[in-house]
């Protein structure tokens, strides 16, 4: 946790630092990444972060709730997102430490680094994760990476997206495999995404992912989770629109349906929640 901390402070002051003349194409706060043939100058961006988010566990019964503040700042070539999530199920708590970290080489080459760390109840013990993504231009663009999952015990989730996008003008296309590596085992899971632009920030997206893999993570006060390799399917829908010259809204909602082939046992997650951001 004190490296975790020490990391994120290192850059919260080196993009500070950089933020006196920004040009910027990323803007991860809002969950979307926007590439146009040529940058677009703009003064440098600050924003604080809100978000609650209602997790239930079904048949279990199990409601967890998640409550995140965080800071958002925007260099010339670097944009980096702190947040502090906490998690609070019946006189349960816990909370992480999470940051995000963009840096645009060039109009055609840019890294995401995240990294987030918590006592291990509610969240995975350790998250580390690092992607790159080239854009040849015309809308499209790739992506490949790694990530692991690491909860409090010996048990760890490696992760490797490899993916695609086009936007044809409102519209976007995005395809990504992700290579899961748990128990020596190597699964896969297909995802796909749309979404549609109205105006300015203003944006629907909507995600469907399949494939087969092992539990990644399960909060301490979930039970009676298969431990065997199950079929999953994930529904992720999200709009996201401003509401002021300041403030922008996000509403989004997931569910996820995990199957076990050999006991038939099967278990579903509801998520819903939403997210507001204010400019400083």
């Known amino acids: 946790m004190k490296y975790i901390g020490l990391f994120l402070l290192v850059q919260l002051f080196y993009t500070k630092a950089i933020a006196n003349n920004t040009r910027n194409i990323i803007d991860t706060a809002a969950q979307v990444t926007v590439f146009n043939d040529t940058t677009i100058k703009e003064r440098p961006q600050q924003k604080l972060l809100l978000s609650v988010d209602q997790l239930r566990y079904s048949p279990q019964e199990v409601n967890i709730t998640q409550i995140g503040a965080g800071y958002s700042i925007k260099g010339k070539n670097d944009h980096l997102i702190l947040k502090f999530n906490n998690a609070f199920s019946h006189h349960d708590y816990s909370a992480q430490l999470f940051s995000e970290y963009y840096h645009n080489f060039s109009k055609k080459d840019y890294i995401n680094i995240l990294l987030a760390g918590s006592d291990g109840k ?19 663009e790739l992506q490949a990476g790694a990530r692991v999952y690491a909860p409090k015990d010996d048990s760890r989730s490696f992760v490797f997206p490899v993916g695609v996008s086009k936007q044809i003008d409102k519209h976007f296309f ?24 109205f105006k300015g920030d203003q944006f629907f997206s909507v995600n469907y992912g399949i494939g087969d ?5 399960q909060p301490e006060n979930v039970t009676d989770i298969p431990a065997s390799k199950m079929h999953t399917q994930t529904v992720n829908a999200l709009f996201t629109t401003p509401v002021s010259a300041t403030w922008n809204l996000e509403i989004h909602f997931t569910y996820e349906h995990y199957k076990d082939s050999k006991s038939n046992k099967d278990f579903n997650i509801y998520m819903p929640g939403l997210m507001v951001s204010r400019k400083l």
Do not use: C, D
């Open 122 to 140: 509610f969240f995975p013990a350790f998250i580390g994760g690092f992607s790159n993504f080239f854009v040849p231009g015309k809308g499209w």
């Open 174 to 197: 995005g395809y990504t495999l992700y290579m899961v590596e748990q128990k020596k085992q190597l699964s896969f899971v297909n995802n796909f995404n749309y979404r549609y632009y």
């Open 213 to 217: 893999r092992y539990n990644i993570f």
